[in-house]
């Protein structure tokens, strides 16, 4: 069954740092998803992305906050300068768009900030 | 704005014991999601209720979905141990272009 892949699994960075995210959406889905998950918390919804643009953001997307779609399979999100209280799971979603599926997640990110 | 409550938030059972878990939101939805996360993990899509009345059954777990009451119910029959997770509602705002999850329901089943 196709899935959402999402790398690293893990990464350390220092406060201040840039970070990137990178998630490969299933190959013939067109809406993207970021949300995080802070340690025991409910997950949060961040930004959806369609047709090359940003649909949505939540309040949480700031503008240290940008996503990219770089070429045909890649889906990233980039942290400018990160703070301790971006460290998170944070999960790339995806769904082809015909309304009634479910939003198919990949395995996280765990963000660590140090 | 679309708000999404699940309880109880924790739950301690028996095995063999029947449960339910319960997940209000305050707009209107005709799509709402029942999701499993095991510590550590990802999350694991149950259920896709998308009218009133649905109710869907996979093994232990039974969904419902009651449109006009805003309020989908999660219903546990003789647990099991291997049913220990998080299991999230998440609800599609009619007019948005995301999910809105509740805070989860850390369910806990001693054998």
């Known amino acids: 069954e196709p899935e959402v892949t999402q790398t690293p699994s893990h990464q350390v960075t220092q406060m201040g740092q840039e970070v990137i995210l990178r998630c490969v959406p299933i190959?013939?889905?067109?809406?993207f998803y970021w949300y995080r998950q802070i340690l025991g918390q409910k997950v949060e919804f961040l930004v959806s992305?369609?047709?090359?643009?940003?649909?949505?953001k939540s309040e949480i997307f700031d503008d240290q906050f940008s996503v990219e779609r770089p070429d045909g399979s890649n889906f990233t999100l980039k942290i400018r300068s990160t703070k301790l209280e971006d460290s998170a799971m944070y999960f790339c979603?995806?769904?082809?768009?015909?309304?009634?599926?479910?939003?198919?997640f990949g395995d996280g990110t765990r963000l660590s900030i140090l | 704005e679309l708000k999404v409550e699940q309880n109880p938030l924790f739950l301690s059972m028996q095995e063999g014991k029947n449960y339910t878990i319960y997940c209000n939101y305050s707009?209107?939805?005709?799509?709402l999601y029942w999701y499993r996360q095991d510590p550590g993990k990802s999350l694991e899509s149950l259920f896709v209720?998308?009218?009133?009345?649905a109710v869907k059954q996979e093994g232990r777990l039974m969904a419902s979905l009651d449109t006009k009451a805003r309020l989908s119910t999660l219903h546990i029959t003789a647990a099991v141990h291997d049913l220990s997770a998080t299991y999230f509602c998440?609800?599609?705002?009619?007019?948005?272009?995301?999910?809105?999850f509740g805070k989860g329901t850390r369910l806990h089943i001693l054998p």
């Open positions: 998440a609800v599609w705002g009619d007019r948005d272009d995301k999910i809105i």
């Open positions: 707009t209107t939805s005709d799509r």
């Open positions: 979603a995806s769904r082809y768009g015909r309304g009634q599926e479910p939003q198919h």
């Open positions: 992305f369609y047709n090359n643009e940003i649909s949505e």
């Open positions: 209720l998308l009218s009133n009345g």
């Open positions: 190959s013939n889905h067109l809406y």
